[in-house]
């Protein structure tokens, strides 16, 4: 009932013109389109899907290089789950996995510290992926590793950081976004302060969202209201875990362990200082420390991937959409995980659940 008042309201909202607001996480993806939130908005409001997956934005070449190590080095890889359908420029972590690659599935880094723990003959690398949210968690693992002086266990980092991958994608001429959609696990660590900047320079109206349907409604409303008045800021939409400041001890936990670093995202390319790796003092948990020869990670040449993470391409304007490429035979990174623009649509379009919130 709430959903159906809210979405009216947006519907009476007398919008000049069509608004385009991106949802930066791929959990607010997967929310929109598992209750189909963007069927209850008016056809003034578009949304567009973010570089908010962290799978989605590993780059073809971080794979390649997982695999590489593994071959040359004969160490164990301990991945997400996810990660291991993502094509990699030759061949998945899966396939590699059935071709002889010890490849190993594990919920978090901290399980992944406890098999390296139980096997000190084997070398673990761990594929260190995430944004904030996930970052800190590696960050306390890495810190019992090295307290333990556990040194079969290494970390071969993908991580990223979002605010200056906002700055890079927003800053871009070829790139308009009215308004975003900020996401609410990532600004839970950092605070909402490091995101000032998007409405202070740039211009884009900013409400960090939770990720209940009725949530994301409101947020959508926030922007509206900002949008129409002409009046960007950044709204907090998420009181109940999101305050100004953050996290500080997982900050400062992120601060011992890790620096900043300049990273290729998919689709948006190299960013500066948008990546977190180890600090050199701890040099000997880098899996960094592992020769290989120089990886140069290529895509599937239709796959649109990139474009989709940029907010220039919808999921179902890709040629390959639902044909060749499904989540059961992903030919792209947002076909793999559910936080995944493709996933989500292709997956969630005309549920249960959604058909029960439209109703409801
Ligand atoms: S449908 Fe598949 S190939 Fe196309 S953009 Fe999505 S993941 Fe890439």
């Known amino acids: 009932m709430l959903a159906q008042k809210l979405a009216g309201r947006l519907r009476s909202l007398d919008l000049p013109r069509r608004i385009r607001i991106m949802e930066v996480c791929g959990g607010h993806t997967a929310a929109i389109y598992r209750y189909a939130l963007h069927a209850l908005l008016p056809d003034t409001i578009e949304l567009l899907s973010g570089p908010g997956c962290p799978v989605c934005v590993t780059p073809n070449e971080y794979i390649d290089r997982a695999i590489a190590i593994a071959d040359s080095h004969h160490v164990v890889l301990a991945s997400f789950g996810d990660l291991l359908r993502v094509p990699g420029s030759h061949e998945s972590l899966s396939q590699a996995r059935a071709r002889g690659c ?201 796959c649109r991937c990139g474009d989709i993470l940029r907010g220039h391409t919808r999921p179902q304007e890709c040629p390959l959409f639902g044909s060749a490429c499904t989540p059961e035979s992903p030919l792209g990174a947002c076909m793999v995980s559910s936080e995944g623009a493709c996933a989500a649509v292709y997956q969630f379009a005309n549920t249960h659940e959604a058909r029960e919130l439209h109703h409801a």
């Open 102 to 302: 010890d490849v190993r599935v594990y919920y978090s880094s901290a399980e992944a510290l406890d098999f390296a723990e139980t096997q000190p003959q084997r070398n673990v690398v761990f594929l260190g992926i995430g944004f904030e949210t996930t970052a800190c968690t590696i960050a306390a693992t890495m810190r019992r590793a090295i307290e333990h002086n556990v040194r079969n266990f290494k970390l071969l980092s993908a991580m990223k950081t979002m605010p200056n991958a906002l700055r890079a994608l927003l800053s871009s001429p070829d790139i308009r976004v009215d308004g975003l959609l900020l996401p609410g696990h990532v600004t839970a660590i950092t605070g909402t302060s490091v995101f000032e900047f998007l409405p202070r320079d740039l211009g884009v109206a900013c409400t960090v969202s939770g990720f209940e349907p009725l949530d994301i409604l409101e947020s959508i409303d926030s922007l509206a209201g900002q949008i129409l008045a002409k009046a960007p800021r950044l709204e907090n939409g998420y009181r109940r875990a999101v305050h100004s400041a953050g996290n500080a001890s997982a900050q400062q936990a992120m601060r011992e362990l890790f620096c900043e670093t300049d990273v290729t995202w998919r689709g948006l390319g190299a960013i500066p200082q948008s990546g977190l790796t180890l600090r050199s003092e701890f040099a000997e948990w880098d899996a960094a420390q592992y020769r290989i020869a120089a990886q140069h990670g290529h895509e599937h040449p239709a």
